[in-house]
């Protein structure tokens, strides 16, 4: 990069193929004595690489489509997610499947199987009350694909909220984060989304912003604005401020998973284990390799997916290992990557996000 | 000889690639790039290729591919160097140990182990833990360095105190010299007759041959270690500390000196180890060994460092907080990142007795210059590491770097110190040899050179200055042009 930037090496192809070969965990972040911010300085790079045409322009018109177009326009993601939802209850996915259809197109079949059937979209009343004791207000950041791929996530978390004696306001202007289009290099995008979450959501008067993806906390943060100042993980939220203790039970055991941006992007790991050690019969243990990444890192297991199943395949062998009844991890792309990990590798074995373990322990 | 820079045919590269055994050749100019400099960046070369053998038959083909066309070769193990002993002079190509990387037989019972030269230092001491073993040499580089380039640099680290440099734990070596011949110097049970050739060889900067085996020596873990964390008000007072407790008879496996700045970038790091602020100075001391001595001497090392000033003494109370204690230090130098891009670790050796002065004279020329100059000291061996921050797109501020770099080898030697401690003499500091040996000292050393490397092929222009005379009518001697610090 360096010497790029001095202009001593040529941004070629590989160069430009290199930078996106980084899976910007951001796990060197946490090793680096000297404070390197690398997801920062990969973002950079990848933007110039673009602007540059150094990279095939295919890859490049494929994923400001999908990113650009699709998931940062909400009613364009909302219409997408229409029709898949339209697609999988029909029964003409199966009608698709069975044909073998799809073994012509490998990739866009890679894409369509690693989706779970879509639950109904998150459509939230803009404010819900606290229940008890009130002890505070806070935003809630519904996210994108949180909200039309996993609306029992967000209404998991309002509920544990409000349970915890906070008003949970949902800003209905909000949109996407610009998390995946930063990662890929398309910063003007992103920056149109911040600058709209920006004046979508009212600060004064709001104890914190909690975000319960990851990836989109971490994007969030970086851009250390106002808004960003103000986000907290839910975890991170709720294990601060005192958790209630839940009286429910829940005999099971549950490997935790670090997030990539919520270990190292956000610097967040004592608390979703804290928040899932406070329930009552539940036995939490670290999933052998938690501070490694699954390989999802936002749409890398799309664009390099033999890269992306070498890493998968690591957490799916300290699956069939230890054997847990749940994995929680709190982002929704790795989510998504472990479920079809385990899916694959037929084992019984459910992803879910630890509010959704602490919801069930209130009688959620 | 080919000209030194001139473009690489694609013939000869080709015969790289075919050679049986090497791993890769890489010879465009964005994967060259990294090769550039090692852990000395201030100084660059370019190399035309760098090839990955896998084994010690590679090797010896690539130095005869090299010598067929003429051309230069410099080993490298991870470029973590600090004297420029791995920088490639201008066309030349890069043997790059980091495939052979494996440990080839340990024995237990003569606590040996045989291994490839690319072995990573802090893994060979991994490898063998199980067996209650490990390799006693630990430069702060143990993560990445190799063991091939630790015997090239007779490196040394924080435990040197007591368990001394690289030298003492190299055995036996399997070496490729110059012209392609492979011998074996010195014997893996320590004895040797006639000439110490390993003894030569170690140290030697690479510019006697390449390893491609080597025999060392593996040590029993200690029964107990206990670390010590010792802050002081002043640095004086630290320095005498340090003295005061040689003198007392006691040989610490290490007694490292921070300074005030160097806690501060730590502090600041993902390092940060608890040293506190507002000190001007901490002592890390660590003994080893059986329990009772241990408990004996920390008691003793207490005192002394109590009634020499010390604001507290802080014992860790488990391994997890030893080795927080260790990482802080061993961290340091990544740490100096914080303070600007680039960083220069300088290395000199003084008489225990002189650190004081020898400190405050540094820390007055750095500031003088307006240099952002930190101190890390293995004070208990009397070897200093004044490390340099700078950036070095600035080259007003670069030249202030070198003059300071010169003026602390100055320093140091009128106080009756050496060059270096364990980084080695590389290019860095190869036209200060005079300030250390007269002309008459550095014909033998020449001699040496010259047996083992007539045509001096392999990495050239390190070490041993030329002849005076030579060097002034052509600056431009063995590719460099004349070093200045």
Redesign the interface.
Known sequence: MRGVAEGRVELSREIADEMYFCLACRACESACPAGVRYGHLVETMRSEVDRRGARSWRARLRERLLLRHVVGVPRNLRFAAGLLRAYQRSGFERVVRNSGILRAFPRLARAAESLPPLPDPFRPPILVPARGTRRGRVALFSGCIMSEMFAGVNEATVRVLSRNGFEVEIPPRQGCCGALQSHSGDLDAAEKLARRNRSAFRLDGVDAVVVNSAGCGACMRDRADELGHAVRDVSEFLVDAGLEQPSAHIYARVAYDDPCHLLHGQKVSEQPRALLRAIPGLELFDLPGAAECCGAAGIYSLTHPEMSGRLLERKVEALRRTKPDYLATGNPGCILQLKRGISEAKLAIQVVHPVELLDRAYGG | MVEAGSPPDEIFLDRLRQLRGVERVLA???EL?PYEADGLTLLRGRPVAVVFPRDREAVVAIVEVCNAAGRAFVPRGSGTGLSGGATPVDGCVIIECACMNRVLAVDAVGNTATVQPGVINAQLSEHVAPLGLYYAPDPSSQSACTIGGNIAENSGGPHTLKYGTTSPHVLELEVVLPDGSLVQLGRRDGHCAGYDLRGAFVGSEGTLGIVTQAVVRLVALPETVCTMLAPFPTLVEACRAVSAVIGAGIVPAALELLDDRTIDA?E????AAGYPRDARAVLLVELDGRKCAVEHEREQVEALARSHGALEVRVAKDSAERLALWRGRK??F?????IAPDLYVHDAVVPRTRLPEVVEAINSAAEQRGVRLANILHAGDGNLHPNISFDR?NSEELEKVRELGAEILRICVAAGGVLSGEHGIGVEKRDYMHLLFDEADLVPMRWLHDSFDPEDRCNPGKVVPAPRACTESNPKHRGYAKVEF
């Open positions: 465009q100019p964005a790039f730590v600041a790091s993902v390092f961290g340091a990544g740490a100096m990142g914080r797109r």
